[in-house]
C-alpha cells in the first residue's frame, strides 16, 4: 500500500517528469527507491526480556551523492512513509544543490517508553541491521523525529565496531565532543532566517516587516529570536498552547524566557492573547510556519494578510491551502528549501568529517548564508523562467537535477562507446 504521504511525493515527481518530457525509463528510476533494506531489530528491555521491532533504511537516489536522510523513531513508522520522506530528501538536497541523495531510516517504536538503556541497546540493533547499506560514501542517516545526537553518537560508535573502522562521516547529527558540527542546533532556523530576509528585500518588504511565527519549539523560537535581531518586527508567536500577539513588536527574549518557566508562550504578560485561527489572521508581512505538518488550512490561508510565507516546517501547508494562497497571489517559499539549514549543516558535518577538520561557528554560518542564497536565487530563477509558482518550480528543478545525474551515469558508457 502507498501512503498519503509517499503518493504525494510521486505525484509531485510525475508531474515534474511530464513537464520535464523525461523517458519513461527515467521517470521510473526516479519513482523508485534505489535500495531498501527492512530489517527486524532485537533489543533488550529493562525487564531483560529481548523485544523485536521492525525497522527501514531506503536510499532513494545515490545519483547526486551519498543518500543522506534522517532516521524517525515513532510508532506509526512504516516502510512506505520512509520511501516517501527519502524521495522528499532527495528532492530536497538537489533543490539545495548539495553533493547529495536522499533516504531515511525509521523504527517502529514509541521512544518515548523506552528508558536510555533501552533506547540504546534498540539504536546499536539498528545499527547492526542495517550497516551493510550505510556508510559515508553510500547512505548517510541523521536525527529526525524521536532521534537526537545521542542516539547519532551511538550509531557511529556501532558502525565502528561492527566495520572496524572508525569513520564519524558515517552519520551527521552528533554530538560536538563525537565530531558533530557548531551551529547544528539552530541551523534550520538560521537558513530560514536568510531566506526570509532575502525573499523579503525581493518583494519589496520594508526592513521592520511584520513577522508572525507560528510554532515556537526548535526551529520557531530561533527563528524569531534572529529576525527580530535583524530588525523585523515580530508581532505574533504560538505554540501548541494558543498565540500571543503585540503590534509593536514582542520582546523575543522575554518571551522564550516565559517558555522556558511557564512552558507556553501564553503565559508571557502584558500582550494580548489569541487563539490559533486568530493569529493566522492578525495584520502582518509574512507569515513563518514553524508549528507541525498541516497547521495551515484553507480557512487560515483565506484570512491571511501576508504578502510572504516561508516555510520552516515540514509540509504546513494543506493542499487546499496552498490552493488558496496560490489564487490569491501570496508568495510561498516552500519548505524544500526554507527549511533546508539542517540538512545544509549536516553535509558541513559529513565534509568536515571527512576531511578531518571542525569549522568555526563564523564559517558554518556564512557558508550557510551563502548557500542558502545561491538555492534561493536558484529557485526565483527556475519559477520566472517556467512560469510557475515557487512549489511546483522547487519540484521541477529538483528533479530536473536528479535526472540529469541518473542521466550522466546511465548513459556514460553507451555514450563512450559511440564516440
Ligand atoms: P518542536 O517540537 O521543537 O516545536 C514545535 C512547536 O510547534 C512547539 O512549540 C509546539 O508547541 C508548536 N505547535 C504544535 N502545534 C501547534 C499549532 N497548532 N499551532 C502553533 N504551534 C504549534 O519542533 P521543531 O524541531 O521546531 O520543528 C518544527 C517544524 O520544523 C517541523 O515541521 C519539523 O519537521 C520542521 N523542521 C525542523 C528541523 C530542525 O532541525 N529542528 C529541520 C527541518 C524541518
Redesign the pocket.
Known amino acids: 500500500m502507498t501512503s498519503g504521504l509517499h503518493r504525494s511525493a510521486l505525484e509531485g515527481v510525475d508531474d515534474a517528469a511530464a513537464l520535464l518530457g523525461l523517458p519513461d525509463w527515467l521517470r521510473g528510476v526516479l519513482r523508485q527507491p534505489e535500495r531498501t533494506t527492512a530489517v527486524q531489530v532485537p533489543y533488550r528491555a529493562g525487564d531483560g526480556e529481548v523485544r523485536v521491532v521492525s525497522g527501514w533504511r531506503v536510499a532513494h537516489s545515490t545519483a547526486r551523492g551519498p543518500a543522506k536522510g534522517g532516521t524517525r523513531f515513532h510508532p506509526e513508522v512504516t516502510g512506505e512513509e520512509v520511501a516517501g520522506l527519502a524521495t522528499l530528501m532527495s528532492l530536497k538536497t538537489a533543490v539545495m544543490d548539495l553533493p547529495l541523495g536522499g533516504g531515511k531510516g525509521g523504527v517502529a517504536v514509541d521512544p518515548k517508553r523506552l528508558s536510555a538503556a533501552e533506547q540504546e541497546s534498540l539504536t546499536r540493533g539498528y545499527t547492526r541491521a542495517i550497516a551493510h547499506a550505510i556508510g559515508v560514501e553510500r547512505d548517510v542517516p541523521a536525527p529526525d523525529v524521536g532521534t537526537s545526537a545521542s542516539h547519532m553518537d551511538w550509531m557511529a560508535d556501532e558502525h565502528a565496531r561492527v566495520t572496524g573502522v572508525h569513520e564519524p562521516g558515517v552519520v551527521t547529527g552528533k554530538s560536538l565532543a563525537a565530531h558533530g558540527s557548531l551551529g547544528r542546533d539552530t ?2 532556523a538560521a537558513g530560514c532566517r536568510c531566506v526570509t530576509r532575502a525573499s523579503a528585500r525581493r518583494l519589496g518588504l520594508p526592513a521592520d516587516a511584520r513577522v508572525i511565527v ?7 523560537a530561533h527563528l524569531a529570536r534572529m529576525l527580530a535581531a535583524e530588525g523585523m518586527r515580530v508581532v505574533a508567536v ?4 494558543g ?1 500571543i500577539t503585540d503590534p509593536a513588536g514582542l520582546d523575543v527574549a522575554a518571551v522564550e524566557a516565559t517558555k522556558a518557566r511557564h512552558g507556553s508562550v501564553t503565559a508571557h504578560p502584558g500582550v494580548a492573547r489569541v487563539t ?1 485561527e486568530e493569529l493566522l489572521a492578525l495584520p502582518c508581512d509574512v507569515l513563518v510556519p ?4 498541516g ?1 495551515v488550512d484553507a480557512d487560515g490561508a483565506a484570512a491571511l494578510q501576508a504578502s510572504l510565507v516561508v516555510e ?5 501547508c494543506t493542499g487546499a491551502a496552498d490552493a488558496v494562497l496560490a489564487e490569491r497571489g501570496i508568495t510561498v517559499v516552500p ?1 524544500v528549501l526554507a ?1 533546508g539549514g ?1 540538512v545544509t549543516v549536516s553535509c558541513f558535518e559529513w565534509q568536515q568529517n571527512r576531511a578531518r577538520e571542525r569549522w568555526s561557528a563564523e564559517q558554518v554560518g556564512r557558508l550557510l548564508e551563502q548557500r542558502m542564497e545561491r538555492a534561493l536565487e536558484g529557485l526565483w530563477h527556475a519559477a520566472e523562467q517556467r512560469g510557475l509558482p515557487l512549489r511546483p518550480a522547487a519540484t521541477v528543478l529538483a528533479v530536473e537535477r536528479v535526472a540529469q545525474a541518473v542521466e550522466a551515469r546511465e548513459l556514460a558508457p553507451a555514450a563512450v562507446l559511440a564516440s
Open positions: 541551523a534550520t507560528q510554532g515556537f519549539g526548535n526551529a520557531g504560538s505554540d501548541s498552547g498565540g490559533h514553524a508549528a507541525l505538518g497547521a520552516a516546517a515540514n509540509g504546513p519548505d527549511s539542517g
